[in-house]
C-alpha cells in the first residue's frame, strides 16, 4: 500500500512532470499488470475483468469510465494511438478513487507527450489476413509545450471470415504556459470501411446450434458497415495554491454510422438448415457531451493525509435508433453463403430519439494514517433526465435525482496484511437492447444498483502480492417478454468471490494469476414467464494464469496463459448451457536493437489447442470463439 499511497498523495498534492522519451518497446501486460483483476498496455490485454464484464455486470454500459479518473460518456472508444493503458478497478484497487461506483470503474489513461522527441513504429500481423502499421510519438515545441500525434492503417481479419479497413489518426497536446498548470487538449478520428457483418445464430429449440467453421464469411457480400468514431476534449489541472488543486476534463464522444446490419440464421435445426434475415439500419449518429470539474483539497497532518474532493459531473447525450428494415433471405444452412443481390432499396422507417441531461454534484472524503489505514466516503446527489422520442408516440419522460453514496475502509494488520471493506450505491446506464429484439438497439433505462464487498490483502514479499474479496451485487435483471420485448423482467443478486496474485516470483519470473468464483441468482418479477435462476452469460467461473520468463538467452523472453471459463448460461429459460472452456496461449517477446534503436518482436500463438465453443450475444443467440491462430508485431522505438 505504501508505493499506492506515494502515488496516491502525489497527483492529489500537486501535479507531476513527464519527462520521459517515446517508448513502446517495453509494453507487456504480465510485467506491468499491478492485479489480475484487469489491464491493457498496448496490443496487449489480461484480466479476469474487462470494461464490458465486472462481477457480472458491464462497467461500460453502466457509465462507469474514466479518462485519467475523470468522467468521460463514451459513445466510441479511445483509439490504440492515443490511449497508453486501461486498468478495471474493484475492490482494494479502487479505494482512493472518488466516487466509487457499483460495477466497478474503468480507468483510461492517454498517452501525454513527453518531454524529448520520439516516436514508435508498430507493424502488426495475424493469421486470420490481418496486417497494419502504426505511427506514434511526440514533438515538443519548447520548453513548456510538446505535440504527441498517432497515425494507425489497419486490414482487420476476423476469425468467422469478415474483414474491415480502418485508420485512425490522433493528436493531444501538453501545455504548462505556468508553474503548477498543465493543459492537454487531444482529438482522435477513427474511419471504418468495408466491415462486413458477421453471423448469429438463433436455435429453434432448447439446443447449442453447431459450430460453424472459422475463417467463412456466411453473409451477404454488399452487407458492409461503415461508421466513423470521433473522441476530442481536454484535460486541465493547475495548483490554486498548497495543496489545492483543480482539475478539469470535458470530452465530447461521437458514433456516426452510415451503415449498418445484422445478420440472424433464425429458427437454426440441428442439422444446420435455417431461415436466413438481413436487417439493414438507416444512418443514425450517436453523441455525448461530458466532463467532470474537481476541486481537491488535502491537509498533511503528521503521518495522516485527509483530503476533500468537490465534484461536479455532466453529460448530455443523444442517440438514434431503429427504423430498420429487413430482407428475407429464404431457407438458408450454416457454412452457406448468401449469394442474393443487394435489394434496390430500403424502406426505412423514422427513426426514434434519445437524450439524457444528468448533472451530479457531490463531495468525498479519503483518509490515510500511514501504517494504520485509511478510510472514505462520498455522498452525491443526480439530477437525470430522458426523453425518449419514438415516432407516432408522445414524448416518454424519465425523471430521477436519487442520493448516491459509498463508504470504503482499509485497516493495516501488519506491514503485509491489510483488511478492506466498502459499500456503493449509484445510478447506472443499462445499455441498449440487442439485435434480436422487437426493440432493438433501443436504450434501456437508467437503474439504481448497490454493492457491497470486503477482502485482504498480504504482501507476500519481493514484489509479490496476493489480494482476496467477497462482493455482492444487486440490480434489476433485463431479458425478453412474451411479445419479444428486451425489457426488466426481474431483479440479480450477484455474489462471488475472487482473487488476484501478481508480481515476481523471481527476479527473472513475473506472474499474474486471479479468479472469480460467482453464484448469481434471479429473481423475476410476478408477471415473467420463462425467467431461469441464472442470469445469461455469466459463468460460474472465471480463472486465468499469466506468466512471463526472461530466458538466460539474452534478450528473448517466454510467456504463457492459461484461461478457463466455467458453464454458463446461455438462454432466459435456464434450458440451455454453454460448457466449460479452457484456452491456453504461448509467445515471446525479443528485445534486440536495430540501428542502435530498441525495438521488440512479439510473436504469439492463441488457443493453442484449437478449443473452440460458442460465444453468447444474448439469451439464444450466438457467434463462435476463434479457433487456434498466430499474431505478431514489431516495435522499434526512435
Known amino acids: 500500500?505504501?508505493?499506492?499511497?506515494?502515488?496516491?498523495?502525489?497527483?492529489?498534492?500537486?501535479?507531476?512532470?513527464?519527462?520521459?522519451?517515446?517508448?513502446?518497446?517495453?509494453?507487456?501486460?504480465?510485467?506491468?499488470?499491478?492485479?489480475?483483476?484487469?489491464?491493457?498496455?498496448?496490443?496487449?490485454?489480461?484480466?479476469?475483468?474487462?470494461?464490458?464484464?465486472?462481477?457480472?455486470?458491464?462497467?461500460?454500459?453502466?457509465?462507469?469510465?474514466?479518462?485519467?479518473?475523470?468522467?468521460?460518456?463514451?459513445?466510441?472508444?479511445?483509439?490504440?494511438?492515443?490511449?497508453?493503458?486501461?486498468?478495471?478497478?474493484?475492490?482494494?484497487?479502487?479505494?482512493?478513487?472518488?466516487?466509487?461506483?457499483?460495477?466497478?470503474?474503468?480507468?483510461?489513461?492517454?498517452?501525454?507527450?513527453?518531454?524529448?522527441?520520439?516516436?514508435?513504429?508498430?507493424?502488426?500481423?495475424?493469421?486470420?489476413?490481418?496486417?497494419?502499421?502504426?505511427?506514434?510519438?511526440?514533438?515538443?515545441?519548447?520548453?513548456?509545450?510538446?505535440?504527441?500525434?498517432?497515425?494507425?492503417?489497419?486490414?482487420?481479419?476476423?476469425?468467422?471470415?469478415?474483414?474491415n479497413w480502418n485508420h485512425t489518426e490522433s493528436l493531444i497536446a501538453r501545455w504548462r504556459p505556468v508553474k503548477g498548470v498543465e493543459i492537454m487538449p487531444f482529438w482522435t478520428l477513427n474511419n471504418d470501411y468495408d466491415d462486413e457483418a458477421g453471423t448469429f445464430y438463433i436455435p429453434a429449440g432448447p439446443f447449442l446450434p453447431k459450430l460453424p467453421r472459422n475463417d467463412t464469411n456466411e453473409g451477404a457480400g454488399w452487407a458492409d458497415f461503415r461508421y466513423k468514431g470521433l473522441?476530442?476534449?481536454?484535460?486541465?489541472?493547475?495548483?490554486?495554491?498548497?495543496?489545492?488543486?483543480?482539475?478539469?476534463?470535458?470530452?465530447?464522444?461521437?458514433?456516426?454510422?452510415?451503415?449498418?446490419?445484422?445478420?440472424l440464421l433464425l429458427d437454426e435445426q440441428p442439422d444446420g438448415s435455417g431461415e436466413r434475415v438481413l436487417f439493414a439500419d438507416p444512418p443514425n449518429r450517436s453523441a455525448s457531451n461530458s466532463g467532470e470539474l474537481r476541486l481537491t483539497h488535502s491537509i498533511p497532518d503528521g503521518p495522516r493525509l485527509h483530503v476533500f474532493h468537490l465534484s461536479a459531473r455532466y453529460r448530455d447525450a443523444h442517440r438514434e435508433f431503429g427504423g430498420s428494415d429487413f430482407v428475407d433471405f429464404g431457407p438458408g444452412r450454416i457454412g452457406v453463403k448468401v449469394t442474393n443481390p443487394e435489394p434496390a432499396s430500403f424502406n426505412f422507417s423514422e427513426v426514434s430519439r434519445d437524450h439524457v441531461k444528468q448533472t451530479t454534484v457531490g463531495l468525498a472524503y479519503d483518509g490515510r494514517w500511514k501504517d494504520v489505514g485509511e478510510i472514505s466516503f462520498g455522498i452525491s446527489k443526480a439530477n437525470f433526465r430522458k426523453e425518449t422520442e419514438v415516432p407516432g408516440d408522445p414524448t416518454a419522460v424519465t425523471k430521477s435525482n436519487p442520493w448516491l453514496y459509498n463508504a470504503t475502509a482499509a485497516i493495516n494488520l501488519s506491514k503485509s496484511i491489510i483488511v478492506y471493506g466498502g459499500y456503493a450505491r449509484g445510478l447506472e446506464e443499462s445499455g441498449v437492447a440487442p439485435d434480436n429484439a422487437a426493440n432493438?438497439?433501443?436504450?434501456?433505462?437508467?437503474?439504481?444498483?448497490?454493492?457491497?464487498?470486503?477482502?485482504?490483502?498480504?504482501?507476500?514479499?519481493?514484489?509479490?502480492?496476493?489480494?482476496?474479496?467477497?462482493?455482492?451485487?444487486?440490480?434489476?435483471?433485463?431479458?425478453?417478454?412474451?411479445?419479444?420485448?428486451?425489457?426488466?423482467?426481474?431483479?440479480?443478486?450477484?455474489?462471488?468471490?475472487?482473487?488476484?496474485?501478481?508480481?515476481?516470483?523471481?527476479?527473472?519470473?513475473?506472474?499474474?494469476?486471479?479468479?472469480?468464483?460467482?453464484?448469481?441468482?434471479?429473481?423475476?418479477?410476478?408477471?415473467?414467464?420463462?425467467?431461469?435462476?441464472?442470469?445469461?452469460?455469466?459463468?460460474?467461473?472465471?480463472?486465468?494464469?499469466?506468466?512471463?520468463?526472461?530466458?538466460?538467452?539474452?534478450?528473448?523472453?517466454?510467456?504463457?496463459?492459461?484461461?478457463?471459463?466455467?458453464?454458463?448460461?446461455?438462454?432466459?429459460?435456464?434450458?440451455?448451457?454453454?460448457?466449460?472452456?479452457?484456452?491456453?496461449?504461448?509467445?515471446?517477446?525479443?528485445?534486440?536493437?536495430?540501428?542502435?534503436?530498441?525495438?521488440?518482436?512479439?510473436?504469439?500463438?492463441?488457443?493453442?489447442?484449437?478449443?473452440?465453443?460458442?460465444?453468447?450475444?444474448?439469451?439464444?443467440?450466438y457467434n463462435s470463439n476463434p479457433g487456434r491462430y498466430v499474431q505478431g508485431y514489431l516495435t522499434v522505438d526512435f
Open 231 to 263: 473522441n476530442t476534449g481536454v484535460l486541465a489541472s493547475g495548483r490554486l495554491a498548497q495543496n489545492w488543486l483543480l482539475r478539469l476534463g470535458a470530452f465530447h464522444s461521437v458514433w456516426d454510422v452510415k451503415h449498418s446490419w445484422t445478420n
Open 440 to 621: 432493438r438497439k433501443a436504450p434501456l433505462p437508467v437503474i439504481l444498483t448497490e454493492q457491497k464487498d470486503a477482502g485482504i490483502r498480504f504482501n507476500l514479499g519481493k514484489g509479490l502480492k496476493a489480494v482476496a474479496g467477497v462482493f455482492d451485487l444487486s440490480r434489476p435483471y433485463f431479458s425478453f417478454d412474451s411479445a419479444n420485448v428486451y425489457k426488466q423482467v426481474g431483479t440479480v443478486r450477484s455474489r462471488g468471490v475472487e482473487f488476484s496474485v501478481s508480481g515476481n516470483l523471481t527476479p527473472n519470473l513475473n506472474i499474474v494469476a486471479g479468479g472469480m468464483f460467482l453464484d448469481p441468482r434471479v429473481t423475476a418479477d410476478a408477471a415473467a414467464t420463462n425467467v431461469g435462476s441464472k442470469p445469461v452469460g455469466l459463468p460460474t467461473h472465471l480463472v486465468i494464469l499469466n506468466g512471463n520468463w526472461k530466458t538466460p538467452v539474452e534478450g528473448l523472453e517466454l510467456d504463457a496463459g492459461i484461461v478457463h471459463r466455467g458453464r454458463t448460461p446461455s438462454t432466459t429459460d435456464n434450458l440451455v448451457f454453454v460448457p466449460a472452456r479452457a484456452r491456453v496461449d504461448f509467445g515471446t517477446h525479443y528485445r534486440f536493437k536495430i540501428a542502435k534503436r530498441s525495438a521488440t518482436f512479439r510473436l504469439q500463438m492463441v488457443n493453442l489447442f484449437n478449443n473452440r465453443g460458442w460465444g453468447i450475444a444474448g439469451s439464444g443467440v
Open 1 to 163: 500500500m505504501v508505493s499506492r499511497l506515494r502515488i496516491a498523495a502525489a497527483a492529489l498534492v500537486c501535479i507531476p512532470a513527464l519527462s520521459h522519451a517515446q517508448s513502446r518497446s517495453d509494453e507487456n501486460a504480465v510485467t506491468q499488470a499491478e492485479d489480475a483483476f484487469g489491464f491493457s498496455v498496448g496490443r496487449e490485454s489480461l484480466g479476469i475483468y474487462n470494461a464490458g464484464n465486472a462481477r457480472g455486470f458491464s462497467p461500460a454500459a453502466a457509465g462507469n469510465l474514466r479518462i485519467d479518473g475523470l468522467y468521460f460518456d463514451q459513445m466510441w472508444g479511445l483509439s490504440s494511438t492515443l490511449l497508453d493503458s486501461t486498468s478495471i478497478k474493484v475492490g482494494l484497487s479502487a479505494q482512493g478513487y472518488p466516487f466509487a461506483a457499483p460495477s466497478g470503474i474503468v480507468d483510461q489513461t492517454l498517452r501525454a507527450p513527453g518531454d524529448k522527441a520520439g516516436a514508435s513504429v508498430v507493424a502488426n500481423w495475424d493469421s486470420w489476413g490481418s496486417y497494419g502499421l502504426e505511427i506514434d510519438g511526440t514533438v515538443p515545441i519548447g520548453p513548456t509545450f510538446s505535440l504527441g500525434y498517432g497515425i494507425n492503417g489497419s486490414h482487420v481479419g476476423f476469425p468467422d471470415g469478415t474483414t
